[in-house]
């Protein structure tokens, strides 16, 4: 009889596993698949957990939310169209200095090439160099193209996002009563728990990620603009915005501008060691020794967690998937810990030093 009892529990278990598996293969392809429809949402969900906190500020001062919530995306869509502003003047001023930075590239091109044994043509242009011999032409067409999709989808998705945040602001709170009405008795407040686990981590972790990535924007303009590069305000703004990307970001930042300088600034290797140097003091300092201490273990995910994550939500919604992959890897982790016979999961999920601090209490 006990053996027949632990074969059922075994054939049970793997019957659970599979059936686990099956969901998960299913949820993915269904987060593929509609990623056009689900990412606008999902951001603007995300947007409206780090907002709800400045809404109760404003209610606090008597004004509504409905009007609040207008405010707040007003503020944040001037904010964009000043950075937008900025970023289209500086492109503007790369045309125009454009031929000064194609004789730069020349140069670097030449000793590239006869390093690597490249095909050039003395008497051609750069660029007929590079489309003409190597066959970059149809690259450059077919990226232009993506590109102006990619804009177009982009401004649709905008939109979107402020109409959702805009609703989701004025909805949220109430959400926790309904959630109440909804699941009455122990599921109500499983649920109030996880959603509020949720909004508070990850209000945290992007408050703090925006501001401490606006720092290495504004650092990285500031000190690059004394050394000497060349749009320092467009360099600024891609930090900015890599920094969201963890780890890589940071790395893929301080390459870009390390090679712009070296073709700015080349053969003087003073400016070019000042860019990198900068780039890696910025990014140790505010990223290894400041973002720690003010995000704590509030996270508390493994570092091979993150990486994996990255490759992951990266796979399934591109650029924006890698921005989003820390939160919403937080927000499966969280889930994790609620629900019944998944707690193990949230464990493999956490860092070493969370789950010691947990066995230990």
């Given at each position: ?63 509504p939310r409905a009007i609040g919530a207008i405010i707040v995306v007003l503020v944040i869509g001037a904010g964009v169209y000043v950075v937008g502003v900025i970023l289209y003047s ?272």
């Amino acid at each position: 009889m006990p053996d027949n009892y632990r074969r059922s529990a075994s054939f049970a278990r793997l019957n659970l596993f599979l059936f686990g598996f099956v969901a998960l293969v299913l949820a993915v392809a269904s987060l593929k698949l509609t990623a056009s429809v689900i990412l606008p949402f999902i951001i603007a969900v995300l947007l409206t957990f780090v907002l709800e906190p400045v809404i109760k500020l404003l209610e606090k001062i008597k004004i509504p939310r409905a009007i609040g919530a207008i405010i707040v995306v007003l503020v944040i869509g001037a904010g964009v169209y000043v950075v937008g502003v900025i970023l289209y003047s500086s492109v503007k001023t790369i045309l125009t200095l454009y031929p000064k930075y194609e004789e730069r590239f020349t140069s670097l091109y030449i000793v590239i090439a006869e390093m690597f044994r490249l095909p050039y043509d003395e008497h051609a242009s750069l660029m007929q160099n590079l489309w003409g011999q190597l066959g970059i032409r149809e690259r450059v067409q077919a990226l232009a193209l993506s590109t102006s999709e990619s804009f177009l989808g982009f401004l649709t998705d905008t939109v979107m996002v402020i109409l959702f945040v805009v609703f989701l602001l004025i909805e949220i709170g109430h959400f926790m009563h309904r959630i109440e009405l909804a699941f009455a008795g122990i599921m109500s407040t499983r649920i109030q728990r996880i959603v509020s686990d949720i909004i508070k981590q990850i209000a945290r972790y992007l408050s703090v990620k925006f501001f401490i990535s606006l720092a290495t924007g504004l650092l990285v303009g500031v000190i690059l603009a004394k050394i000497g590069v060349d749009f320092p305000v467009i360099w600024g703004v891609i930090s900015f915005i890599l920094n969201f990307i963890p780890n890589i970001g940071s790395i893929a930042a301080g390459a870009g501008v390390t090679l712009f300088a070296l073709a700015q600034f080349w053969p003087e290797p003073g400016p070019i060691i000042a860019a990198m140097a900068t780039m890696v003091g910025i990014n140790m300092m505010l990223g290894n020794v400041v973002e720690p201490r003010v995000q704590g273990q509030n996270l508390g995910l493994s570092p091979f967690i993150i990486l994996v994550s990255l490759s992951g939500w990266g796979w399934l919604w591109g650029f924006s998937g890698l921005i989003l992959a820390v939160p919403m890897t937080v927000i499966v982790k969280i889930i994790c810990e609620n629900v019944p016979g998944l707690e193990a999961v949230s464990i493999m999920m956490s860092s070493y030093s969370v789950v010691k601090t947990k066995s230990q209490e």
